[in-house]
């Protein structure tokens, strides 16, 4: 089966990857998809160890070893050394300035009849106040782990 994605590393780009390969300091997977591309490379050996043969060598899968050549080929050098956090794919619930207001009532004292704020009282209270229309337990809770709310301020009243 032919290549799709084939990895040329000019000689600036091979000595990079040795290097990093070879630097203690750097993190496992970085080092694995380092071996991966210079196992790759065409430039040496003309390029003809299969994906099965570079997944043997470097202790992976053949899907793995495809994944990273073809993130060289498509996005360079850096993504295919590197993690890249996903995008974020859902939008908030809450724009800034409702979390601000939520974190805001949960510091104000505790309704009469409650000893804490509990997340199903902070959610219908902010509700019957009109920050949101509609919210969940999960989004308060999300809001105050974001907002970096002390434990003890939830308590405050």
Do not use: N, Y
């Amino acid at each position: 089966m032919q290549k799709h994605h084939l990895v040329t590393l000019t000689p600036d780009q091979r000595q990079e990857v040795d290097a990093i390969v070879h630097r203690r300091s750097t993190d496992a997977l970085t080092r694995r998809h380092g071996r991966i591309l210079l196992l790759c490379d065409t430039c040496l050996d003309g390029g003809q160890r299969t994906d099965v043969e570079v997944a043997q060598e470097v202790r992976c899968t053949a899907r793995q070893v495809a994944r990273i050549r073809s993130l060289f080929a498509l996005h360079g050098l850096e993504r295919a050394l590197h993690r890249h956090p996903l995008a974020r794919t859902t939008p908030r619930k809450l724009d800034p300035v409702q979390e601000t207001r939520v974190i805001e009532l949960v510091l104000e004292p505790v309704p009469s009849g409650h000893s804490r704020w509990t997340l199903a009282l902070l959610q219908r209270e902010i509700m019957a106040r009109g920050i949101v229309d509609t919210g969940s337990k999960e989004t308060v809770r999300q809001t105050l782990k974001r907002g970096a709310v002390p434990r003890t301020a939830s308590a405050a009243g």
